[in-house]
T-cell receptor, first 114, second 114 residues
Framework: AQSVTQLDSHVSVSEGTPVLLRCNYSSSYSPSLFWYVQHPNKGLQLLLK??????LVKGINGFEAEFKKSETSFHLTKPSAHMSDAAEYFCVVSGVGGSYIPTFGRGTSLIVHP | DGGITQSPKYLFRKEGQNVTLSCEQNLNHDAMYWYRQDPGQGLRLIYY???????QKGDIAEGYSVSREKKESFPLTVTSAQKNPTAFYLC?????????????FGPGTRLTVL
């Protein structure tokens, strides 16, 4: 079985400060991990994904995430928040050799203050 | 332009009516998905399809039906048996059902029951 937990339902930062959105997963197999972003009333867009290559993954808009197998984590970071980063972020896991159906976290709402 | 289209963007339904949400993709993807999104609950899988003329129930299929007669089309019918259908509905597609495949999402349909 696979599952994913986003540890914060809301994260609030000031513009120009670092962003950290936390995600832990459980999977019986080598997982693929994704971060998607959703702006209000829009569909989801892929930020980045990990599929067993480099553990530090760089995505669009300056985001990156590090796969840590020992901690079963895949936290999303950005050095400096921009107002346009305010959105809902979803961590997703799917299994290689296990369940191929993606499992979504409940989402983290990122609030960026001027 | 390649992508996924959903229509209508907004849909209003009276109690007891069936309504059908459209989803079309021109990405030549084999797999397609329907998700329901409610505030604070992330995305929940309704149905998915790996190939034409085949589809599988997801976690919350009761009160919904789908068809996959063409590769590019995966319409969702919300039946009168769905007791609380007011939600944001998202359609997605992926090249296949492998663990590392990225999902591509449509812009969503917001359904409101009057």
């Amino acid at each position: 079985a696979q599952s994913v937990t986003q540890l914060d339902s809301h994260v609030s930062v000031s513009e120009g400060t670092p962003v950290l959105l936390r995600c832990n997963y459980s999977s019986s197999y080598s997982p693929s991990l994704f971060w998607y972003v959703q702006h209000p009333n829009k569909g989801l867009q892929l930020l980045l994904k990990y599929t067993s290559a480099a553990t530090l993954v760089k995505g669009i808009n300056g985001f990156e995430a590090e796969f840590k197998k020992s901690e079963t984590s895949f936290h999303l970071t950005k050095p400096s928040a921009h107002m346009s980063d305010a959105a809902e972020y979803f961590c997703v896991v799917s299994g290689v050799g296990g369940s191929y159906i993606p499992t979504f976290g409940r989402g983290t709402s990122l609030i960026v203050h001027p | 332009d390649g992508g996924i289209t959903q229509s209508p963007k907004y849909l209003f339904r009276k109690e007891g009516q069936n309504v059908t949400l459209s989803c079309e993709q021109n990405l030549n993807h084999d797999a397609m998905y329907w998700y329901r999104q409610d505030p604070g609950q992330g995305l929940r899988l309704i149905y998915y399809s790996q190939i034409v003329n085949d589809f599988q129930k997801g976690d919350i299929a009761e009160g919904y039906s789908v068809s996959r007669e063409k590769k590019e089309s995966f319409p969702l019918t919300v039946t009168s048996a769905q007791k609380n259908p007011t939600a944001f509905y998202l359609c997605a597609s992926s090249p296949g059902l492998a663990g590392g495949d990225t999902q591509y999402f449509g812009p969503g349909t917001r359904l409101t029951v009057l």
